[in-house]
């Protein structure tokens, strides 16, 4: 069983920045791969990054070059430093501990609750 805590929301103006964090519970962390995911009001969810327990990342092409995922193995924790934010970045984030499939593409596994992330002026 992994559990996931999010923090790091917030409202931020556009072309502000934040960091999210997620602690993780569990001595499996490092092995699991980790993903961000988002949903904004009235859609679905999205995969937004993901790491690898080796630390290869992949991004959805609209935060390319805006967004940043990486891990501490030792504080069993996942971060998504997100740069440059547009109003559409609106959502709520979500942390998730999963694993990569033999097809390449990440399995979701364990949800955090979620955090806020509200970018307006």
């Known amino acids: 069983q992994v559990q996931l805590v999010e923090s790091g929301g917030g409202l931020v103006q556009p072309g502000g920045s934040l960091r999210l964090s997620c602690a993780t519970s569990?001595?499996?962390?490092?092995?699991?791969?980790m993903g961000w995911y988002r949903q904004a009001p009235g859609k679905q969810r999205e995969l937004v990054a993901t790491?690898?327990?080796?630390?290869?990342?992949n991004y959805a092409d609209s935060v390319k070059g805006r967004f940043t995922i990486s891990r501490d193995n030792a504080k069993n924790t996942v971060y998504l430093q997100m740069n440059t934010l547009k109003p559409e970045d609106t959502a709520v984030y979500y942390c998730?501990?999963?694993?990569?499939?033999?097809?390449?593409?990440?399995?979701?596994?364990?949800w955090g609750q979620g955090t806020q992330v509200t970018v307006s002026s």
């Open positions: 998730n501990a999963g694993v990569i499939r033999l097809d390449k593409n990440y399995e979701p596994g364990y």
């Open positions: 569990g001595s499996l962390f490092s092995i699991h791969a």
């Open positions: 790491i690898t327990s080796g630390g290869s990342t």
